[in-house]
């Protein structure tokens, strides 16, 4: 134990005396640097005084750009000022001074700038706004291809982002007219004014030509109109007669929802829009007859089914209405004019009993194709009497010959009520087919779109263009053609006699957006 014991000490004692020497050299090693002479010192460098303010950046060469100048014809379009008159450099002014430089404005580099809707780009040649405008055609779609997801379209009801409610001018409830996606017009509409975003719709005073233009957003369910277009001094007028006389009550009264596509139309391009004025389809059918035996004339719904028998039974006391005598009549004549009133009583009997027939089973079952055919067929083997004027090709007299024709049957020297049936049934076809094309027959629709397309390129909607008719205090450096509807028998749309509405705005209006001073014209 007491060796262990001092081998220990022994070991403690070793450890102690190395790290004191350690701890000398350590002490010994570091006054020594310090003793090392300094390297002699560079004397600072003179330096201007010091600015207080923002920490300096790495300068660079300060790329150099070509002079541009921002015409004062432009500026007029865009402020509607006169143009400020420049003296040329060095040519003294209305002061006698000498005119100073003109400023030189700042430009993006070299390369053509992206469009920003509301800004009027410039190319080499100049500012486009300057330069021939695209203009829009608003092309019915026919058929129209899915009513679901198209943004533009005339008519029908307006899809109103969420917050915005109807508007109202005057404390009532405008007529909806269009609503147009902004997205889809072209980028130098306008000179590259206006929105490219969301959809503009247009709205008007129920009986005066005083417009709403709001810009909504993406989105928005369709919102039905607050009232019925009953207001006679509105803007409501459908296709021939149904306008006035006792088939105006037959009026589906809306404006049917009819897509439409925006259609270009750039110098040299062909223009859709048709300035000639087409053979009627309607006054052809007149003339020429025809029966609404035919598929294409068949109703198509219980609504459609319903007004036939209403005006049929409308039209049924001209039917037995007494004929005057002439006053030389013979014996002859006389057995004539019996014969035709027999034939026409048998004929009102029959065509009342169809009639109760129609009316009991609208309670009863749901309408079919097979049903109209039936009830047109019915309708079809009940003859009526006529006397036309005829002259006797031996004696060369006047006189009246009989004609008998199926009831369903149009003639223009036998008119009784096929072709206001057919009036009425034209203006429910259109707003059924713009609702689902299924909505009516193969005949139907080879009867109709063509006629459709007729009235189509007649009747087309416009934007950007110079309107197509003279406009009072129209100014084409200063006004704008958001959108013209032309009166539209396909739109059940009239504005004054037969005349178009343009609706303007200013250049710098538009430019900013505001759309709260637009003006509405007519052009006749």
């Known amino acids: 134990m007491n060796v262990e014991s001092a081998g220990l000490i022994l070991a403690g004692a070793t450890l102690a005396f190395l790290a004191i020497v350690i701890i000398v050299f350590a002490i010994w090693r570091l006054r020594r640097q310090r003793a090392a002479p300094a390297t002699p010192r560079i004397p600072d460098t003179p330096r201007a005084p010091r600015q207080i303010g923002l920490p300096k950046r790495a300068r660079r060469d300060r790329p150099e750009f070509a002079d541009a100048e921002i015409s004062p014809a432009r500026l007029a379009r865009i402020s509607r000022k006169t143009p400020l008159e420049i003296p040329p450099i060095g040519m003294p002014d209305e002061t006698g001074r000498e005119a100073a ?11 053509e700038p992206p469009f920003e809707p509301g800004i009027p780009d410039a190319g080499e040649d100049g500012p486009r706004v300057d330069a021939e405008e695209v203009t829009l055609r608003l092309l019915p779609q026919i058929p129209p291809r899915d009513a679901i997801s198209t943004n533009s379209w005339l008519g ?14 005057d404390g009532q409830p405008a007529d909806f007219l269009a609503q147009i996606g902004c997205a889809d017009l072209p980028p130098d509409l306008w000179g590259g004014l206006g929105p490219r975003s969301g959809a503009l719709a247009f709205f008007i005073h129920r009986h005066r030509y005083e417009m709403r233009v709001v810009h909504l957003g993406d989105g928005g369910a369709p919102v039905a109109p607050q009232f019925a277009l009953n207001d006679a001094e509105g803007w409501f007028g459908p296709q021939g007669a149904l306008a006035s006389g006792d088939l105006a009550s037959f009026a589906v009264r809306a404006f049917p929802e009819w897509p439409v596509d925006l259609v270009a139309v750039r110098p040299g391009d062909a223009d859709p829009r048709s300035e000639a004025d087409p053979d009627e389809p309607g006054t052809t059918l007149y003339d020429r007859g025809y029966d609404i035996a035919d598929p294409a004339f068949h109703p198509f719904d219980w609504g459609s089914m319903m007004a036939m028998v209403a005006l ?8 037995t209405a007494g004929e005057a005598l002439p006053p030389d009549a013979d014996a002859e004549a006389m057995a004539e004019i019996k014969q ?7 004929a009102r009997t029959r065509a009342e009993e169809i009639i109760a027939i129609v009316r009991d089973s609208t309670t009863l079952d749901g309408f079919s194709a097979g049903d109209a055919t039936a009830v047109m067929a019915g309708l079809h083997a009940i003859h009526w009497a006529r006397a036309i004027p005829a002259v006797d ?18 003639r223009a020297d036998a008119d009784l009520w096929v072709h206001d049936y057919q009036t009425i049934l034209f203006d429910r076809a259109k707003h059924a087919w713009c609702a689902n094309p299924d909505n009516l027959s193969a005949p139907a629709r080879a009867l109709y779109e063509p006629w459709w397309r007729a009235l189509a390129d007649r009747e087309m909607a ?13 100014d084409d450096e200063r006004d704008i053609v958001l959108i013209e509807l032309p009166t539209s028998g396909l739109m059940s749309r009239k504005f004054g006699n037969g005349d178009n509405l343009v609706v303007t705005i200013d250049r710098a209006d538009l430019a900013i957006g505001d759309f709260s001073r637009v003006r509405a014209h007519v052009s006749s």
């Open 340 to 346: 035709r009133a027999a034939i026409n009583r048998e």
């Open 312 to 319: 049929l039974e409308m039209r049924l006391d001209r039917l």
């Open 156 to 169: 029908g009801r307006p899809r109103l982002t969420a917050g915005i409610e109807w508007p109202r001018i």
């Open 393 to 410: 090709p031996e004696t060369g007299t006047g006189q009246a010959a009989t004609i008998t024709l199926p009831l369903t049957t149009h």
């Open 462 to 474: 416009a934007m950007g263009h110079a309107p197509f008719r003279h406009v009072a205090d129209y």
């Open 101 to 111: 430089p003109a400023p030189v404005a700042d430009v993006a580099p070299v390369g």
